[in-house]
């Protein structure tokens, strides 16, 4: 049967879906726009599931907080051109308020699962819709919520590559978010030096044990140069001991003692850590881009 323009514009802006995909599935249905709705979400998980191998290690972070409650999500795409896509950053920011709202969620697998905010569909469901129309892979791959009820919370995010959750009892609001971005600029692995594995303290001193090895020095003078070298790695890689980076003749330590504060966990995000990148090809992503607005 033939399909109106009416018909296919009113199950775009049912479906935000692509127009010539909006007609085909109104052809496909006879004109039944519910089932077209159905047809278009089954093709979109179909279009994700071809997608979900590629590797997406763009995207953004966002954080979003109330009272005590703070959450932290990265989502991932596959360039950086759709990073900044409207669309794309509508879905963030859905997801986030879900999060938010769902005290009892704390991973992404349980997360995918929900209702989105204000809509019957499921995140996931969302999820796919979204790679459908953008022609990209998408991510949730980190959420990370509040756990300490703690009384003073602090939250950086530089631009949205980079976020920051600090949870401290004591001191105020201003030095939280200080703390939080001296975090975000100079990353820490743990808040104090003796929470750092003791498997990595003993990776460390053998390396810095070979190095001090071969300078030929007495015995008792090669330990103290690893004693040493140990110490400053520990001071670099814990919050407290890094000097702060608004006044690096402070401690981050000395700060926090100074305005009687205690810091009692951090998280940093980071869009794409760990992830192994593909080189982009900008023609390739705009081509991708402009299919999947079709």
Do not use: W
């Not at 709705?37 to 590797?55: F, H, N, P």
């Not at 990776?203 to 003078?221: F, L, N, R, V």
């Not at 702060?244 to 940093?268: C, I, M, S, W, Y």
């Amino acid at each position: 049967m033939s399909v109106t323009a009416a018909q296919v514009k009113e199950l775009r802006d049912l479906t935000d879906a692509p127009m010539m995909d909006c007609k085909k599935a109104l052809e496909a249905t006879s004109g039944d726009i519910k089932l077209a709705v159905e047809e278009l979400r089954k093709k979109g998980r179909a279009k994700a599931d071809k997608k979900a191998d590629r590797i997406a290690a763009e995207g953004a972070i966002l954080i979003q907080s109330a009272d005590a409650n703070a959450i932290m999500l990265e989502i991932n795409s596959e360039t950086d051109f759709v990073a900044r896509d409207e669309n794309f950053l509508a879905f963030v920011n859905k997801v986030a308020t879900t999060a938010l709202n769902a005290k009892q969620i704390l991973d992404v697998e349980a997360l995918a699962s929900l209702p989105m905010s204000g809509q019957a569909t499921t995140i996931d469901e969302e999820r796919r819709a979204l790679i459908a129309k953008v022609g990209e892979n998408i991510n949730i791959r980190r959420l990370v919520r509040t756990k300490h009820n703690a009384p003073t919370l602090g939250t950086y995010l530089h631009g949205n590559r980079i976020g920051v959750i600090v949870e401290m009892e004591g001191g105020n609001t201003d030095l939280a978010r200080d703390i939080a971005m001296h975090i975000a600029a100079s990353k820490p692995i743990v808040v104090a030096a003796n929470d750092v594995s003791a498997d990595l303290i003993a990776k460390e001193k053998e390396i810095y044990t070979a190095q001090a090895a071969g300078s030929g020095k007495p015995q008792e003078i090669i330990e103290k140069m690893v004693a040493g070298r140990l110490k400053k790695f520990l001071d670099e890689v814990s919050l407290l001991g890094q000097p702060f980076v608004k006044d690096p003749d402070v401690t981050v330590g000395a700060l926090l003692e100074r305005n009687h504060a205690k810091v009692l966990g951090f998280t940093r995000f980071e869009v794409g850590e760990g992830i192994e990148k593909q080189e982009e090809d900008f023609v390739e992503a705009v081509m991708a881009q402009a299919q999947g607005a079709r």
